[in-house]
């Protein structure tokens, strides 16, 4: 991706939070969410991204996603989930039982603030699981309803314990 990012919001997590909003999608350029060390401390959590109108997180069931899980200890998987309330990012982080268990992404938003066009993603994942064994997932993700999106949040079945995130806008070329 060419051009600069300016940051638009930012939080950093220190202890238990259901979900992180961030907000400052206001134009059509192309945005992007950095998550780093996400971490929780309840086995096989799973966590996604809810596009926000006016501030709220989407939880209408209209999210597809589809990506490659790629596994340094063991084989390869295709996943893909239709009409979901969340757009997944992360599935089965944490055992609760290592403090190493942490997951990062960059994620590029588009189309977020065309009300006239789908809010989709594109992801790339790094998970480190207690055996010290690293898990990517490389995809994407769509809202299939035409709305106007201010921001993300992150959310998922278990307290998020900590991580930082970031939302940027991309400007220029």
Known sequence: MAGKL???????VTSAVASVTLTGI????????AITELAT??????????PTVSGTGDSTADKDVAKKLLK???T??????????WMEIFYLLGTGSSSQEKGNGIFYLYNFNNASEY??????????????????ANGGA???Q?????GVQIIGNANIEAGTFTLYRQVGN
């Open 6 to 12: 300016v940051q638009v919001a930012t939080e950093t």
């Open 26 to 33: 206001d134009s059509d350029d192309v945005y992007m969410l």
């Open 41 to 50: 401390n309840t086995d096989n959590s799973s966590y996604g991204i809810r």
């Open 72 to 74: 340094a200890s063991g």
């Open 76 to 85: 390869f998987e295709d996943r893909a989930l239709t009409n979901q309330n």
């Open 119 to 136: 809010s989709f993603i594109t992801m790339e994942t790094a998970m480190l699981r207690a055996t010290g064994v690293l898990h990517s």
């Open 142 to 144: 769509v809202e299939t």
């Open 146 to 150: 035409a709305q106007s999106c201010d």
